[in-house]
T-cell receptor, first 116, second 112 residues
Framework: EAEVAQSPRYKITEKSQAVAFWCDPI?????LYWYRQILGQGPELLVQ????????DSQLPKDRFSAERLKGVDSTLKIQPAELGDSAMYLC??????????????FGPGTRLTVL | GENVEQHPSTLSVQEGDSAVIKCTYS??????FPWYKQELGKRPQLIID?????GEKKDQRIAVTLNKTAKHFSLHITETQPEDSAVYFC???????????FGTGTRLLVSP
């Protein structure tokens, strides 16, 4: 069964450093989501792509976060500089992209970021 | 903004008992309500979903009910088993936005 892949699984960095996370969605999925999940809370959408275009980045802290999906397949989320409050699980999800929010979203295993 | 409230935050039951988790949403135009299960250290996985054109959906031991008038929906797990222990998240689609808003999660512990 196809799954969403993410790397790295764990990342420890010092504040003010740059970090990057990678996501490879399920083949054929046009929509890709990046979520941030703080311990004890539900996932919060950071950015959503439809193919290579950003559909929603209203919750993305654009002064330090950036995301790209250049060829409409895999995606990279970057934080520069990292702050202590960025410590969280970063989840990537993908969906077929045919029915908007009612498409089933499939999640990757996540990247757990710790900022020291 | 649009939000989804989820209760309880933790739920402990004995094996074989039923468990019920409730969520309320604020957007009257929400029309899709999935439930995800997240085991410790693993990815969230969809366990059941319901659309606004039905009031109830069942899949073996799991069922979801939707009350559009009251704007709440619930997850029901019957004959709970220790492997049901996990964090469960509800979510609702948001009008005008192609996205889901998630609840804060319920940690379910099923004791043998």
């Amino acid at each position: 069964e196809a799954e969403v892949a993410q790397s790295p699984r764990y990342k420890i960095t010092e504040k003010s450093q740059a970090v990057a996370f990678w996501c490879d969605p399920i083949s054929g999925h046009a929509t890709l989501y990046w979520y941030r999940q703080i311990l004890g809370q539900g996932p919060e959408l950071l950015v959503q792509f439809q193919d290579e275009s950003v559909v929603d980045d209203s919750q993305l802290p654009k002064d330090r976060f950036s995301a790209e999906r250049l060829k409409g397949v895999d995606s990279t989320l970057k934080i520069q500089p990292a702050e202590l409050g960025d410590s969280a699980m970063y989840l990537c999800a993908s969906s077929l992209g045919l029915a908007g929010p009612t498409d089933t979203q499939y999640f990757g295993p996540g990247t757990r970021l710790t900022v020291l | 903004g649009e939000n989804v409230e989820q209760h309880p935050s933790t739920l402990s039951v004995q094996e074989g008992d039923s468990a019920v988790i409730k969520c309320t949403y604020s957007d009257s135009a929400s029309n899709y309500f999935p439930w995800y299960k997240q085991e410790l250290g693993k990815r969230p996985q969809l366990i059941i979903d319901i659309r606004s054109n039905v009031g109830e959906k069942k899949d073996q031991r799991i069922a979801v009910t939707l009350n559009k008038t009251a704007k709440h929906f619930s997850l029901h797990i019957t004959e709970t088993q220790p492997e049901d222990s996990a964090v469960y998240f509800c979510a609702a689609s948001i009008r005008g936005f192609q996205k889901l808003v998630f609840g804060t999660g319920t940690r379910l512990l099923v004791s043998p």
